[in-house]
Protein backbone atom coordinates (compact mmCIF):
# COMPACT_ATOMS: atom_id res chain seq x y z
CA UNK A 1 0.00 0.00 0.00
CA UNK A 2 1.13 3.43 -0.73
CA UNK A 3 1.45 6.45 1.49
CA UNK A 4 0.73 9.90 0.44
CA UNK A 5 4.92 10.14 -0.56
CA UNK A 6 4.29 7.09 -2.81
CA UNK A 7 6.14 4.92 -0.73
CA UNK A 8 5.42 2.06 -0.06
CA UNK A 9 5.61 0.02 3.31
CA UNK A 10 8.06 -2.45 0.99
CA UNK A 11 9.92 1.00 0.05
CA UNK A 12 10.31 2.12 3.69
CA UNK A 13 11.87 -1.18 4.65
CA UNK A 14 14.30 -1.16 1.89
CA UNK A 15 15.23 2.20 2.93
CA UNK A 16 15.72 1.16 6.65
CA UNK A 17 17.68 -1.89 5.49
CA UNK A 18 20.05 0.12 3.44
CA UNK A 19 20.49 2.25 5.72
CA UNK A 20 21.51 -0.04 8.60
CA UNK A 21 23.36 -1.64 6.04
CA UNK A 22 25.76 1.30 4.97
CA UNK A 23 25.90 2.42 8.59
CA UNK A 24 27.30 -0.84 9.93
CA UNK A 25 29.41 -0.92 6.56
CA UNK A 26 31.38 2.01 7.07
CA UNK A 27 31.25 2.51 10.89
CA UNK A 28 30.81 -0.91 12.74
CA UNK A 29 30.95 -2.98 14.38
CA UNK A 30 27.90 -0.84 16.31
CA UNK A 31 25.64 -2.09 18.53
CA UNK A 32 21.77 -1.82 18.38
CA UNK A 33 22.13 1.35 21.13
CA UNK A 34 24.54 3.03 18.63
CA UNK A 35 22.49 2.33 15.31
CA UNK A 36 19.55 4.33 16.24
CA UNK A 37 21.50 7.62 16.63
CA UNK A 38 23.36 7.17 13.38
CA UNK A 39 20.16 5.87 11.30
CA UNK A 40 18.11 8.42 13.28
CA UNK A 41 15.72 4.70 13.27
CA UNK A 42 13.91 3.78 16.38
CA UNK A 43 14.90 1.30 18.14
CA UNK A 44 12.14 -1.10 17.41
CA UNK A 45 12.61 -0.21 13.81
CA UNK A 46 16.58 -0.98 14.50
CA UNK A 47 15.59 -4.38 16.10
CA UNK A 48 13.38 -5.17 13.42
CA UNK A 49 15.47 -4.24 10.77
CA UNK A 50 18.96 -6.30 12.16
CA UNK A 51 16.80 -9.36 13.13
CA UNK A 52 15.75 -9.11 9.47
CA UNK A 53 19.15 -8.70 8.42
CA UNK A 54 20.65 -11.42 10.47
CA UNK A 55 18.30 -14.20 9.13
CA UNK A 56 19.27 -12.90 6.01
CA UNK A 57 23.01 -13.53 6.55
CA UNK A 58 23.99 -10.08 6.06
CA UNK A 59 24.84 -8.83 9.52
CA UNK A 60 26.58 -11.22 12.27
CA UNK A 61 27.67 -10.74 15.81
CA UNK A 62 31.31 -8.92 16.32
CA UNK A 63 32.27 -9.68 20.35
CA UNK A 64 30.52 -7.34 23.26
CA UNK A 65 31.27 -3.95 24.72
CA UNK A 66 30.66 -3.25 28.23
CA UNK A 67 27.96 -0.52 28.92
CA UNK A 68 26.91 1.86 31.45
CA UNK A 69 25.92 0.02 34.35
CA UNK A 70 23.58 -2.29 32.65
CA UNK A 71 24.31 -5.74 30.58
CA UNK A 72 27.16 -5.64 27.29
CA UNK A 73 25.92 -4.55 24.44
CA UNK A 74 26.78 -6.89 21.41
CA UNK A 75 28.38 -5.35 18.19
CA UNK A 76 27.18 -6.01 14.68
CA UNK A 77 28.85 -5.89 11.42
CA UNK A 78 28.01 -6.98 7.98
CA UNK A 79 29.12 -10.73 7.20
CA UNK A 80 32.05 -10.82 4.94
CA UNK A 81 30.86 -13.98 2.97
CA UNK A 82 27.21 -12.62 2.46
CA UNK A 83 28.18 -11.88 -0.83
CA UNK A 84 30.89 -11.25 -3.78
CA UNK A 85 31.84 -8.67 -6.14
CA UNK A 86 34.21 -8.36 -8.85
CA UNK A 87 35.91 -5.88 -10.14
CA UNK A 88 37.55 -5.30 -13.63
CA UNK A 89 39.98 -2.58 -15.17
CA UNK A 90 40.32 -1.99 -18.81
CA UNK A 91 43.62 -0.39 -18.34
CA UNK A 92 46.31 1.41 -20.72
CA UNK A 93 48.36 -1.58 -20.08
CA UNK A 94 46.81 -4.70 -19.05
CA UNK A 95 43.50 -6.23 -18.06
CA UNK A 96 43.30 -6.61 -14.32
CA UNK A 97 40.54 -8.64 -12.38
CA UNK A 98 39.85 -9.26 -8.69
CA UNK A 99 37.35 -11.05 -7.14
CA UNK A 100 36.43 -9.57 -3.60
CA UNK A 101 34.40 -10.39 -0.50
CA UNK A 102 31.44 -8.03 0.61
CA UNK A 103 34.11 -6.38 2.97
CA UNK A 104 35.96 -5.40 0.15
CA UNK A 105 38.93 -8.04 0.82
CA UNK A 106 40.59 -9.13 -2.24
CA UNK A 107 40.19 -12.55 -2.46
CA UNK A 108 41.92 -13.55 -5.92
CA UNK A 109 43.18 -11.63 -8.99
CA UNK A 110 43.69 -12.85 -12.41
CA UNK A 111 45.93 -9.67 -15.21
CA UNK A 112 46.21 -10.28 -18.77
CA UNK A 113 49.31 -7.86 -20.27
CA UNK A 114 48.06 -6.05 -23.38
CA UNK A 115 50.71 -5.89 -26.39
CA UNK A 116 49.72 -5.20 -29.89
CA UNK A 117 46.47 -4.32 -30.85
CA UNK A 118 45.55 -3.79 -27.31
CA UNK A 119 42.33 -2.45 -27.73
CA UNK A 120 41.14 -4.87 -30.30
CA UNK A 121 37.23 -5.76 -28.95
CA UNK A 122 37.52 -9.34 -29.26
CA UNK A 123 41.19 -9.38 -27.32
CA UNK A 124 39.43 -7.30 -24.09
CA UNK A 125 36.45 -9.30 -24.22
CA UNK A 126 38.24 -12.35 -24.06
CA UNK A 127 40.46 -11.06 -21.01
CA UNK A 128 37.78 -10.07 -18.86
CA UNK A 129 35.89 -13.79 -19.63
CA UNK A 130 39.15 -15.69 -18.56
CA UNK A 131 39.86 -13.24 -15.87
CA UNK A 132 36.59 -13.93 -14.11
CA UNK A 133 36.38 -17.94 -14.27
CA UNK A 134 40.33 -17.62 -13.21
CA UNK A 135 39.39 -15.28 -10.21
CA UNK A 136 36.40 -17.59 -9.15
CA UNK A 137 38.18 -21.25 -9.84
CA UNK A 138 41.15 -19.69 -7.78
CA UNK A 139 39.00 -19.07 -5.08
CA UNK A 140 36.46 -21.39 -5.36
CA UNK A 141 33.88 -19.00 -5.43
CA UNK A 142 30.16 -20.31 -6.72
CA UNK A 143 29.03 -17.50 -9.61
CA UNK A 144 25.72 -17.53 -8.33
CA UNK A 145 27.10 -15.92 -5.00
CA UNK A 146 28.01 -12.97 -7.17
CA UNK A 147 26.38 -9.42 -6.58
CA UNK A 148 27.25 -8.74 -9.91
CA UNK A 149 30.54 -7.54 -12.08
CA UNK A 150 32.03 -3.94 -11.72
CA UNK A 151 34.07 -3.20 -15.45
CA UNK A 152 36.22 0.75 -15.55
CA UNK A 153 36.42 1.02 -19.07
CA UNK A 154 38.03 3.93 -21.03
CA UNK A 155 35.21 6.49 -22.59
CA UNK A 156 32.24 7.79 -22.56
CA UNK A 157 29.56 4.88 -21.51
CA UNK A 158 25.75 4.96 -22.68
CA UNK A 159 23.18 2.85 -21.57
CA UNK A 160 20.82 1.92 -24.34
CA UNK A 161 17.61 -0.24 -23.92
CA UNK A 162 18.71 -2.85 -26.34
CA UNK A 163 22.33 -3.34 -26.16
CA UNK A 164 23.15 -2.55 -22.31
CA UNK A 165 26.52 -0.50 -21.68
CA UNK A 166 27.44 0.85 -25.03
CA UNK A 167 31.16 2.17 -24.71
CA UNK A 168 32.21 5.45 -27.00
CA UNK A 169 36.37 5.48 -26.60
CA UNK A 170 37.47 7.29 -28.85
CA UNK A 171 40.91 7.27 -28.41
CA UNK A 172 41.12 3.48 -28.15
CA UNK A 173 38.90 3.38 -31.56
CA UNK A 174 35.89 1.71 -29.95
CA UNK A 175 33.02 3.49 -31.92
CA UNK A 176 29.86 2.37 -30.21
CA UNK A 177 30.95 -0.81 -28.79
CA UNK A 178 28.25 -3.16 -27.35
CA UNK A 179 30.45 -4.82 -24.13
CA UNK A 180 27.59 -5.68 -22.24
CA UNK A 181 26.28 -7.44 -25.32
CA UNK A 182 29.34 -9.26 -26.20
CA UNK A 183 30.31 -10.28 -22.61
CA UNK A 184 26.43 -11.22 -21.60
CA UNK A 185 26.84 -13.51 -25.10
CA UNK A 186 30.16 -15.31 -24.42
CA UNK A 187 30.12 -15.11 -20.88
CA UNK A 188 29.39 -18.58 -18.49
CA UNK A 189 28.53 -16.46 -15.85
CA UNK A 190 24.41 -16.97 -14.87
CA UNK A 191 21.68 -14.39 -15.98
CA UNK A 192 21.01 -12.90 -12.76
CA UNK A 193 24.73 -11.79 -12.61
CA UNK A 194 24.65 -8.24 -13.70
CA UNK A 195 27.49 -5.75 -15.40
CA UNK A 196 27.92 -2.40 -13.95
CA UNK A 197 30.12 -0.64 -16.59
CA UNK A 198 31.45 2.73 -16.52
CA UNK A 199 33.94 4.92 -16.75
CA UNK A 200 37.30 4.25 -15.07
CA UNK A 201 37.97 7.70 -13.91
CA UNK A 202 34.24 7.42 -12.39
CA UNK A 203 35.53 4.05 -10.05
CA UNK A 204 38.56 5.68 -9.21
CA UNK A 205 36.27 8.56 -8.29
CA UNK A 206 33.78 6.23 -5.96
CA UNK A 207 36.81 4.17 -4.63
CA UNK A 208 38.74 6.67 -3.32
CA UNK A 209 35.67 8.81 -1.99
CA UNK A 210 34.86 5.79 -0.34
CA UNK A 211 37.59 4.70 1.34
CA UNK A 212 40.64 6.60 0.45
CA UNK A 213 41.98 10.69 0.63
CA UNK A 214 37.75 12.07 -0.13
CA UNK A 215 36.32 10.48 2.40
CA UNK A 216 34.48 13.41 3.92
CA UNK A 217 34.77 16.21 1.51
CA UNK A 218 30.99 16.71 0.02
CA UNK A 219 32.88 18.16 -3.30
CA UNK A 220 35.83 16.86 -5.06
CA UNK A 221 37.75 15.82 -8.38
CA UNK A 222 39.62 12.96 -9.10
CA UNK A 223 41.61 12.72 -11.58
CA UNK A 224 43.02 9.74 -13.57
CA UNK A 225 46.71 10.50 -14.52
CA UNK A 226 47.85 7.55 -17.60
CA UNK A 227 48.31 6.89 -20.91
CA UNK A 228 45.95 9.53 -20.98
CA UNK A 229 43.74 12.00 -18.57
CA UNK A 230 40.30 11.89 -17.08
CA UNK A 231 38.23 13.02 -14.24
CA UNK A 232 35.38 12.52 -12.22
CA UNK A 233 33.43 15.38 -10.52
CA UNK A 234 31.63 14.65 -7.28
CA UNK A 235 29.49 16.81 -5.29
CA UNK A 236 26.25 16.73 -3.20
CA UNK A 237 23.97 16.83 -6.99
CA UNK A 238 26.07 13.54 -8.39
CA UNK A 239 26.53 12.05 -5.25
CA UNK A 240 28.05 8.93 -7.01
CA UNK A 241 30.14 10.94 -8.89
CA UNK A 242 30.29 11.64 -12.80
CA UNK A 243 32.90 10.99 -15.46
CA UNK A 244 34.16 14.36 -16.94
CA UNK A 245 36.22 14.17 -20.14
CA UNK A 246 38.73 16.66 -18.82
CA UNK A 247 41.79 15.11 -20.99
CA UNK A 248 40.08 16.57 -24.42
CA UNK A 249 39.31 20.18 -23.54
CA UNK A 250 41.64 22.46 -25.52
CA UNK A 251 44.66 24.04 -24.14
CA UNK A 252 46.66 24.99 -27.30
CA UNK A 253 44.55 26.32 -30.26
CA UNK A 254 46.54 24.13 -33.35
CA UNK A 255 48.23 22.20 -31.03
CA UNK A 256 49.76 18.91 -31.14
CA UNK A 257 47.32 16.18 -32.24
CA UNK A 258 45.83 14.09 -29.69
CA UNK A 259 44.71 10.62 -29.76
CA UNK A 260 40.83 11.30 -30.10
CA UNK A 261 42.07 13.28 -33.84
CA UNK A 262 41.63 16.37 -31.91
CA UNK A 263 44.53 19.35 -31.89
CA UNK A 264 45.44 21.08 -28.96
CA UNK A 265 43.79 18.42 -25.89
CA UNK A 266 45.15 18.34 -22.36
CA UNK A 267 45.53 14.76 -23.28
CA UNK A 268 47.97 15.20 -25.90
CA UNK A 269 50.49 17.48 -23.63
CA UNK A 270 49.96 16.05 -20.05
CA UNK A 271 49.24 12.39 -20.60
CA UNK A 272 51.77 9.85 -19.61
CA UNK A 273 52.12 8.29 -24.01
CA UNK A 274 52.31 11.94 -25.09
CA UNK A 275 54.95 12.39 -22.13
CA UNK A 276 57.05 9.63 -23.79
CA UNK A 277 56.73 10.61 -27.27
CA UNK A 278 57.89 14.18 -26.64
CA UNK A 279 60.82 12.64 -24.70
CA UNK A 280 61.56 10.46 -27.46
CA UNK A 281 61.06 13.75 -30.18
CA UNK A 282 63.49 15.39 -28.20
CA UNK A 283 66.44 12.63 -28.10
CA UNK A 284 65.28 10.98 -25.53
CA UNK A 285 65.94 7.12 -25.20
CA UNK A 286 63.37 5.06 -23.39
CA UNK A 287 64.33 1.14 -23.01
CA UNK A 288 63.87 -0.47 -26.43
CA UNK A 289 60.11 -2.49 -26.96
CA UNK A 290 59.35 -1.19 -22.87
CA UNK A 291 55.57 -0.87 -22.12
CA UNK A 292 54.69 2.67 -20.87
CA UNK A 293 55.19 2.38 -16.78
CA UNK A 294 58.31 0.74 -17.98
CA UNK A 295 59.39 3.98 -19.81
CA UNK A 296 58.53 6.30 -17.72
CA UNK A 297 60.56 4.76 -15.06
CA UNK A 298 63.57 4.93 -17.11
CA UNK A 299 62.65 9.01 -17.86
CA UNK A 300 62.26 9.71 -13.93
CA UNK A 301 65.53 8.04 -13.47
CA UNK A 302 67.16 9.79 -16.22
CA UNK A 303 65.40 13.05 -14.84
CA UNK A 304 66.15 12.60 -11.51
CA UNK A 305 69.43 10.63 -11.15
CA UNK A 306 70.11 8.38 -8.11
CA UNK A 307 73.24 9.26 -6.24
CA UNK A 308 74.12 12.57 -6.95
CA UNK A 309 74.96 12.15 -11.20
CA UNK A 310 73.60 14.64 -14.00
CA UNK A 311 70.12 14.78 -14.70
CA UNK A 312 69.24 14.39 -18.72
CA UNK A 313 68.04 17.95 -19.11
CA UNK A 314 65.65 16.78 -22.05
CA UNK A 315 63.91 14.65 -19.73
CA UNK A 316 63.42 17.69 -16.85
CA UNK A 317 62.33 19.88 -19.53
CA UNK A 318 59.54 17.86 -20.73
CA UNK A 319 58.52 16.98 -16.86
CA UNK A 320 58.49 20.34 -16.01
CA UNK A 321 56.14 21.57 -18.97
CA UNK A 322 54.08 18.17 -18.28
CA UNK A 323 54.01 19.55 -14.69
CA UNK A 324 52.83 23.00 -15.84
CA UNK A 325 50.36 21.56 -18.21
CA UNK A 326 48.34 19.29 -15.71
CA UNK A 327 48.68 22.26 -13.03
CA UNK A 328 47.13 24.78 -15.93
CA UNK A 329 44.29 21.77 -16.33
CA UNK A 330 43.40 21.49 -12.96
CA UNK A 331 42.93 25.28 -12.75
CA UNK A 332 40.23 24.84 -15.25
CA UNK A 333 38.40 22.39 -13.07
CA UNK A 334 38.74 24.60 -9.91
CA UNK A 335 37.48 27.65 -11.88
CA UNK A 336 34.39 26.03 -13.10
CA UNK A 337 33.27 23.73 -10.49
CA UNK A 338 35.24 24.73 -6.64
CA UNK A 339 36.30 21.73 -5.10
CA UNK A 340 37.37 21.57 -1.61
CA UNK A 341 40.02 19.02 -2.95
CA UNK A 342 41.19 17.66 -5.88
CA UNK A 343 43.15 13.89 -5.73
CA UNK A 344 45.31 12.69 -8.81
CA UNK A 345 45.54 8.76 -9.30
CA UNK A 346 46.05 6.52 -11.91
CA UNK A 347 49.11 4.53 -12.56
CA UNK A 348 50.87 7.76 -14.19
CA UNK A 349 50.56 9.86 -11.69
CA UNK A 350 51.36 7.10 -8.86
CA UNK A 351 54.87 6.85 -10.18
CA UNK A 352 55.47 10.84 -10.92
CA UNK A 353 54.07 11.02 -6.80
CA UNK A 354 55.41 13.61 -4.49
CA UNK A 355 58.02 14.95 -6.94
CA UNK A 356 55.84 16.35 -9.33
CA UNK A 357 53.47 17.20 -6.71
CA UNK A 358 55.01 20.69 -5.84
CA UNK A 359 55.16 22.14 -9.40
CA UNK A 360 51.56 20.94 -10.41
CA UNK A 361 50.28 22.54 -7.46
CA UNK A 362 52.11 25.63 -8.04
CA UNK A 363 50.97 25.87 -11.50
CA UNK A 364 47.49 25.31 -10.87
CA UNK A 365 47.43 28.38 -8.13
CA UNK A 366 48.77 30.67 -10.82
CA UNK A 367 46.50 30.29 -13.43
CA UNK A 368 42.72 29.68 -11.42
CA UNK A 369 41.12 32.40 -9.77
CA UNK A 370 42.65 33.47 -6.43
CA UNK A 371 39.63 33.33 -4.50
CA UNK A 372 38.83 29.14 -5.13
CA UNK A 373 42.55 28.33 -5.64
CA UNK A 374 42.79 29.35 -2.18
CA UNK A 375 40.01 27.03 -0.96
CA UNK A 376 41.24 23.49 -2.51
CA UNK A 377 43.73 21.26 -1.52
CA UNK A 378 45.99 19.10 -4.39
CA UNK A 379 46.85 15.34 -2.77
CA UNK A 380 47.90 12.38 -4.77
CA UNK A 381 45.38 9.16 -3.88
CA UNK A 382 45.61 6.96 -1.23
CA UNK A 383 44.63 3.62 -2.87
CA UNK A 384 47.21 2.85 -5.00
CA UNK A 385 46.92 1.01 -8.64
CA UNK A 386 44.00 -1.18 -7.81
CA UNK A 387 41.38 1.81 -7.09
CA UNK A 388 40.10 1.94 -10.36
CA UNK A 389 39.67 -2.19 -9.53
CA UNK A 390 38.03 -1.80 -6.05
CA UNK A 391 36.04 1.64 -7.07
CA UNK A 392 34.68 -1.13 -9.99
CA UNK A 393 33.43 -3.45 -7.62
CA UNK A 394 32.06 -0.90 -5.68
CA UNK A 395 29.43 -0.58 -8.41
CA UNK A 396 27.66 -3.75 -7.70
CA UNK A 397 27.84 -3.36 -4.02
CA UNK A 398 26.14 0.46 -4.49
CA UNK A 399 23.56 -1.42 -6.16
CA UNK A 400 23.58 -3.80 -3.52
CA UNK A 401 23.29 -1.67 -0.77
CA UNK A 402 20.15 0.37 -2.60
CA UNK A 403 18.07 -2.23 -2.77
CA UNK A 404 18.61 -3.07 0.97
CA UNK A 405 20.88 -6.09 0.64
CA UNK A 406 18.32 -7.64 -1.37
CA UNK A 407 19.33 -9.74 -4.35
CA UNK A 408 17.82 -9.74 -7.72
CA UNK A 409 14.74 -11.71 -7.99
CA UNK A 410 14.75 -13.49 -11.55
CA UNK A 411 12.06 -12.53 -13.75
CA UNK A 412 9.13 -14.78 -14.18
CA UNK A 413 9.19 -17.12 -17.03
CA UNK A 414 5.91 -16.68 -19.55
CA UNK A 415 3.28 -13.78 -19.01
CA UNK A 416 2.20 -12.18 -16.41
CA UNK A 417 -0.75 -12.86 -14.93
CA UNK A 418 -3.79 -10.38 -15.67
CA UNK A 419 -4.98 -10.16 -12.30
CA UNK A 420 -0.81 -9.22 -11.02
CA UNK A 421 -0.82 -6.30 -13.72
CA UNK A 422 -4.24 -5.33 -12.64
CA UNK A 423 -3.11 -5.23 -9.22
CA UNK A 424 0.28 -3.53 -9.60
CA UNK A 425 -1.42 -0.76 -11.91
CA UNK A 426 -3.96 -0.04 -8.87
CA UNK A 427 -1.02 0.55 -7.02
Known amino acids: MAGRNGRTVRDLRRANRAVVLQRLYFDGPLS ?35 SDGGRPRTLLRVAPGAGHMIGVDVGE ?26 YDVEVIVGHIRDGIAEVLAGAGIDPEQLLGV ?7 VERTPGSGAVVHGQTIGWDAVPLEALLRSTSQLPDGVRYFIDNGAKTLGQAEMWFGAG ?33 HLTVRVRGRRC ?32 DEETALTAMLAAAYPSGGGAADPVALAVLEETAEYLGAGLSDLINLF ?29 YALR ?39 PAPEGPVPAWQTALEERL
Not at 339 to 363: D, M
Request: hydrophobic share 40%.
Open 32 to 66: RFELGPVTGLSSGSVSNVVADLVADGLVEEAGSVD
Open 93 to 118: TRVRVELFDLTLTELARAERPLEQQR
Open 150 to 156: GIGVPGI
Open 215 to 247: RGARNAIVVLFGSGVGACLVTPEVEHGRAVEWG
Open 259 to 290: RCGALGCLEAYAGAESLLERWREEGGRPPEGA
Open 338 to 366: QPERILIGGWAGLQLGARFLPAVRRHAAS
Open 371 to 409: HPAEKVTIELGRLGPDAVTVGAAILPLADFFARGGRRLE
